[in-house]
């Protein structure tokens, strides 16, 4: 079984009529190498292979019918005399550029036609996406020249552009970065968001970052908690109402909110020093110790040991310590 297939070049309207026996797509990059039609490879050259389309015109046809298939195809749309196929059989050797009809374009209408059925087969949208990484693999590293860098400069712009910094300039200046990033997504939402970030640090003239989208919620959580609480119990209070967000993160925003360098403590580590504190001063460490085992099997003994010695200290009067 085979597959007649066509590739068009969609700035001049040109085409290539072909038969292959196996796979489309390794026919396909081999075309992209050189290796099959001198004219097309050539044209493929001069304009770029973002430039063509790919698509499938008949499948699974039996090998003894492929050359009768190629031959209407190429009579159909007309190939061999406004095209790049060198004979109707494909096999000549008429060079593209002595072809008398090389590089006419085709009318608008033809191009649409052409642009709408390539556009209404998936594989062709697959074939084009790995000619467009093909490239883009290519010109990787290639200085851009200016009238592409103008091209696509005007294509980043959206209509709403002249929008966007009124509606930013009428948020509230001491509004957080991420909340007005998050306010400008659902206002513009064609609009990616690295876009945004560009445009905020061109308006504002800071390079703006991107924050974790937990950030403002844990942000405003942590105004709200009062000042003289102290640093560990704000992180585990923090931890046990956004458990979702990864525990350093939260350290790493204690770190800059309060302005000291938070350490990563055990988990249970709060609330066994809330339980010891509950306990009666009358109490033996021994005692006290059980009861922690009992009350948090999941923390190691020599953990809570050292947790108890800690704590004790803190207790103990400096003029009663050796």
């Known amino acids: 079984m085979g597959s007649i297939y066509k590739i068009t070049n969609t700035l001049s309207g040109e085409s290539y009529i072909g038969q292959c026996r196996g796979n489309v797509n390794k026919r396909y990059n081999a075309h992209i190498r050189g290796d099959g039609n001198k ?4 044209a493929i050259d001069k304009y ?3 430039h063509f389309t790919f698509k499938i015109l008949h499948d699974g046809i039996l090998d003894e019918l492929l050359d009768d298939y190629e031959e209407a195809a190429i009579a159909k749309y007309n190939t061999f005399e406004n095209g790049y196929n060198e004979t109707p059989r494909s096999s000549g050797n008429l060079s593209g ?3 008398p009809l090389y590089g006419k374009p085709r009318s608008e209408e033809e191009k649409r036609k052409i642009s709408e059925s390539a556009k209404a087969s998936p594989l062709v949208a697959k074939v084009q996406k790995m000619a467009t990484e093909a490239a883009a693999k290519k010109t990787k590293g290639v200085p851009r020249s200016e009238e592409i860098r103008r091209k696509i400069s005007i294509s980043h712009r959206k209509s709403d552009y002249t ?7 009428s948020l509230p200046a001491d509004m957080h970065s991420s909340i007005k990033v998050r306010l400008l997504r659902e206002q513009f939402p064609d ?11 061109k308006w504002t003239g800071v390079k703006t970052k991107k924050q974790h989208p937990n950030y403002p ?8 908690l009062p000042a003289d609480m102290p640093l560990p119990k704000k992180r585990h209070l923090l931890h046990k109402q956004f458990p979702n967000v990864r525990r350093h993160y939260i350290n790493r925003w204690l770190n800059k909110w309060s302005g000291t360098k938070t350490l990563k403590r055990h988990p249970d580590y709060s609330d066994a020093n809330d339980l010891f504190l509950s306990l009666p001063a009358e109490m033996s460490l021994s005692e006290k110790r059980c009861l922690l ?3 948090f099997p999941n923390v190691k003994r020599d953990t809570i040991r050292s947790w108890i010695r800690k704590w004790q200290t803190e207790l103990t009067p400096k003029g009663e310590q050796k």
Do not use: A, C, W
């Not at 004219?39 to 050539?42: A, D, N, Y």
């Not at 929008?163 to 300039?169: C, G, R, S, T, V």
């Not at 919620?217 to 709200?224: D, I, K, L, N």
């Open 39 to 42: 004219p097309l490879k050539e």
């Open 163 to 169: 929008e966007m910094p009124d509606f930013f300039l």
């Open 191 to 201: 609009v990616s968001k690295s876009t945004l970030y560009f445009r905020i640090s």
């Open 217 to 224: 919620e844990v942000y405003e959580f942590f105004t709200s």
């Open 48 to 50: 770029g292979i973002e």
């Open 293 to 295: 085992y009992e009350q």
């Open 97 to 99: 550029k002595n072809h």
